[in-house]
């Protein structure tokens, strides 16, 4: 590695040629960062133009590889590894630059041109014409910059740059202020700069990752895209456009990330949002070298992909549920767990798609697996259990699916462990009692009523979107005079009724006349209703008054049609326990951030037993994660550790290492670097809010 300080004219000479892979992500500088650097920029020209002595201004490093020279010509050609945000905006900015200044003089276009933007060695149009080459989706809007200034159109973010530059430059014309020589010198001379290079040899992603660079922030799936192609090196191009590339474009930033995040999840391990890269390249790193699999891997990432695509856009005509098998009930399936936001159900959801996928799973099994998950979580949610655990607990049911056994057995059996997925009579009981309106958001109670509404008519598909219905309270929130003389008349105390029964699922309903209904009394709300043709609103219809009586047998039928709707666990599923709680010990392992690491020792400490025992129950019960992070006290990796997945062959070192654990000559990690029992109490004090 060679770094030198220079200038943007030291690093842009003639014979030289700055390409950006197809790989790296696009240009994304807006308007704030334009004119933060336009600032700059301004400040240096008033400082040559009053003979100041003002340090110029430092803008970052620009890193790059360094390809194999010809030795038959003088050539150099380099692949921008981090900077290529700076070195396009300077690039457009000359070129705004040129175009304003030849407007006056039109030498200053071939003058400013052959000064900082082409080789006017090689010919018009030639590979090797310009001095930057812009990737992907930035090499036209550049090369219109470049070379047809008159032509640009569009609202490409190096378009958008290109105005930003030539309105500033021209007001500066328009003001008599503009002298294209200074400013030139000023953006060529004054801006500083590090200019490192690397060789291939030296692993430029890891210099990559350690430059704390200005501008625009790097995302997870940034950091992890630039790794992976980096290494790919001969294969990036091919790799990147025929698979990274329509996975970008299907699933966007976020997407992307998320599928990588919940990809790393799905083998059963919790990482948290800020660790997806870390824990991603500690799975790749023993491979690295091995240009096949990690072609392999991105093949698969963008398999993945199109299910992921499905969680996140179910209902899109244009996507590839044909091509993967899935039928209208499992896309219903997925519609509603995506407008439920159940997010915490796609790593199980990868998993199941990943095993489909390897021929050990039928796509009707992975449909009965989806009508289990929707059903667990539906009624959990109408019994008003917690939903700050459902992370944690689908990785721990990833983590106890046996292999061989049928898919749909193993995650119903599962979900249904320990009494979490409520079973008939809880339901029963929750629809009749539990303050449902009070549940949840708005966007949730919507739902659960709309699939009561299309079960009651026989799953016939309803425009529910275009149908704009709301939720209606029957007896309102607001009992009007006329409604406390109806309860008292059938011989309630109308604000206990109320407080106990007015949010129950009972007394809601689906209406596209809320405004209208409002606090009407019951027999007006009555003649309303009975215009509708929702089947929820039958019952209401058809009943005489409504009161006590009224709410609770139409909660009875609601709960009917729930329970044949939603279908329930398989009863008796207990986990045997060793009579100690381990929970926190779980909880805390699986809280541990990458670069940390604590000890059986500390962790027997937080909760009141001894090291031996909780040694045990990490090595032997496989819901645990990061179990790798817990080492002995002295820092060294227990000669017992081993994967519960005995095909596991990852070497937990070299993970800790990836995730930035130092060991020194005796492989026992830093000290440093450890988490004892206070810090884990910490930890423990911030995990509800980490997993929701």
Known sequence: MRAKEGTFRDLMTQDRQFQVPLYQRHYRWKTGQQEDLWQDIAEQDRALADGSAVPKHFIGSIVAVEKDADPLHDFREFRVVDGQQRLTTLSVALAALRNVAALDDPDQFDRLNKKYLINDTEPKGSPRWARLVPGDEDAAPYWTVLTDPADVSGHSAIVNAYRFFHRKISTLREAGE???????????????????????????????????????????????????????????????????????????????????????????????????????????????????????????????????????????????????????????HLAFLRGWGAGTTYPLLLHIYAEVDAGRATTAQAESCLEAIESFIVRRYVVDVPTNVLNRLFIAVINNLPQGEPIDVAVRRELSRDKRWPDDERVRDGIANVHYYSNGRAHQQRLVLQRLESHLRAEVDLDFDSAKLSIEHVMPQTLSEGWKKHLVDAGHEPREVFERLGHTLG???????????????????????????????????????????????????????AIALWSAPVPGVVTAHSGFDWTRVDDAVAALPAGSWTSYGDLAELVGTAAQPTANHIAHDPAVTNAYRVLSSDGSISFKFQWHDPADTRDPMEMLIGEGIEFDDNDKASQAQRLGPPELEALLDNVLTEVQ
Do not use: C
């Open 507 to 561: 007394n809601l309903t689906l209406t596209a006349w809320n405004s209208k209904l409002s606090n009407q009394l019951f027999e007006r709300k009555q003649e309303i209703l009975q215009n509708s043709d929702l089947k929820l609103n039958e019952h209401l219809a058809a009943a005489s008054q409504w009161g006590v009586d009224e709410i609770q047998a139409r909660s009875q039928v609601l709960a009917d049609a």
């Open 178 to 332: 503009l002298v294209p020589e200074r400013l030139a010198t000023t953006i060529g001379d004054r801006l500083a700069l590090v200019f490192v290079t690397v060789s291939e040899g030296e692993r430029p992603h890891k210099i990559f990752e350690s430059i704390n660079a200005t501008g625009v922030g790097l995302t997870q799936s940034d950091l992890l895209r630039n790794y992976l192609f980096m290494a790919l090196g001969p294969r990036s191009n091919t790799v990147y456009t025929q698979h990274w590339r329509p996975l970008e474009k299907a699933l966007g930033v976020e997407g992307l990330e998320g599928l990588v995040r919940d990809d790393l999840q799905s083998t059963g391990d919790f990482v948290k949002q800020g660790d997806v890269y870390r824990a991603a390249r500690s799975r790749l790193e023993p491979s690295a070298a091995d240009l096949d699999f990690l072609e392999e891997h991105v093949k698969r990432l963008a398999r993945r992909g199109a299910y992921y695509s499905l969680f996140l856009q179910p209902a899109d005509p244009n996507s590839t549920a044909s091509d993967l098998g899935l039928s209208k009930k499992a896309l219903r």
